[in-house]
């Protein structure tokens, strides 16, 4: 009778410590998943997961920090429970808001995983990205036996707006009546290789709805128109620029006209991957390197203005057999506005763009020869 009574009080225990487990889950649901991961030192990780896509969601965690937090958390005292607050469960987050993808694993198995913000250092040029911990940067981190963790996964554009930086590289011509003047031989024709255009553009891109987004901002551009004929010199006239012959005795080498603007541009865009991005990364202890590639097609239009901060012309040619070189500053009759149409098209990483001016370069009469010209421009965007 002792035996059956000790038997029965034991069974009542156990019956008593796995009640609330059954209470506080619903058994018609499935399992969840147990992971057991057994250490040299006989110690253990137990993960405890609802099924295999929370299971993946680990991936994006930091555990060697979770492990130091919990290491400081215990100090030298006997703890049997510990848990560690972590707010809004996003503190050991190591990625920004994206789509992971585990290697070798289909489209089939993402796992979203959000983060606001990071901490880390982050240096970002076109493409490339370099985040570093600077708490836990070691120099050896960079050593070539270090055994580094790649992956890659899809980062989706999770905001409403987002800011970045873009250059536009592009070559300049202009038009009168709609022809270029090299088809007439004028003398103010340009030399497409070599009148370069520099946009440096600080931008938003806002999302609209569906596909369709809007890129708004401002920057800075430099326009370089560079003559066919280096013989010929830019000077500002009594009432028009003038684009005139040197003498025989002067051997001309380069003669350009350079106008700077500050802009605002406004572009509705059709982006039909949603502004997402595929992201290659390479880990390892203390530093993310990241390369970025744009997928899908995009296209949009909008209008541009500006406002001319500065110009000026140089020539540069020989005379006697010594080069010389003529620089002078002034607003050589340009429009002090301009304004204009801009198209943008892209496919995967290749970005172009298009600008005209829908005003004229010079103030009305005062173009050479009383012509009248609109600049254009065609290039791409890094």
């Known amino acids: 009778m002792n035996n059956m009574r000790t038997i029965l009080t ?8 796995i009640a609330p487990v059954f209470a506080n889950n619903d058994m018609s649901k499935e399992p969840a998943d147990t992971v057991v991961i057994e250490l040299e030192n006989g110690s ?16 994006g965690y930091n555990v060697n920090e979770m492990i130091r937090d919990l290491n400081q958390s215990l100090g030298d005292n006997n703890v049997d429970y510990l848990e560690l607050e972590n707010g809004d469960g996003d503190k050991y987050l190591i990625d920004s808001p994206n789509v992971l993808f585990g290697e070798g694993e289909g489209d089939g198995d993402t796992v979203v995983i959000d983060r606001e913000s990071l901490d880390n250092i982050r240096i970002r040029v076109g493409g490339l990205e370099l985040d570093i911990d600077p708490e836990n940067f070691d120099v050896d981190d960079f050593d070539d036996e270090l055994e580094l963790k790649k992956y890659s996964y899809v980062q989706e554009e999770t905001e409403r707006t987002r800011n970045f ?16 003047p090299s088809e007439s031989n004028a003398p103010y024709a340009v030399k497409p290789f070599g009148s370069w255009y520099l946009g440096l553009n600080w931008l938003n891109k806002t999302w609209v709805g569906g596909s369709v987004f809007l890129e708004w901002g401002g920057g800075v551009s430099w326009y370089n128109w560079k003559m066919e004929d280096t013989d010929i010199e830019i000077n500002k006239g009594a009432t028009q ?11 001309g080498q380069k003669s350009k006209l350079t106008a700077s603007y500050i802009n605002f541009s406004v572009v509705p865009m059709l982006d039909f991957s949603r502004g997402s991005k595929k ?6 202890r203390s530093f993310t390197f990241k390369t970025y590639r744009k997928s899908g097609f995009r296209i949009g239009g909008g209008m541009y203005a500006g406002y001319r901060m500065g110009s000026r012309t140089k020539f540069i040619f020989k005379e006697d057999g010594n080069k010389e070189k ?38 009305s009469g005062r173009g050479p020869g009383g012509a009248k010209l609109n600049a254009f421009t065609i290039g791409v965007t890094l």
């Not at 943008?344 to 005003?359: E, H, P």
């Open 165 to 180: 930086f873009n250059m536009d590289i592009g070559s300049n011509n202009w038009l009168s009546n709609g022809t270029p």
């Open 326 to 363: 003529n620089k002078e500053s002034d607003h050589f009759y340009l429009q002090n506005f301009r304004y204009g149409v801009r198209g943008q098209l892209g496919f995967r990483s290749f970005d172009m763009f298009v600008l005209y001016d829908l005003n004229e370069v010079f103030a």
């Open 241 to 251: 620029i003038e684009f005139l012959p040197v003498a025989n005795t002067i051997s």
């Open 10 to 17: 034991t069974y009542m225990i156990v019956l008593m410590a």
């Open 44 to 59: 253990k990780i137990i993960i405890y997961t609802r099924d295999r896509v929370e299971l993946k969601k680990l991936q």
């Open 279 to 284: 992201v290659k990364a390479t880990s390892g």
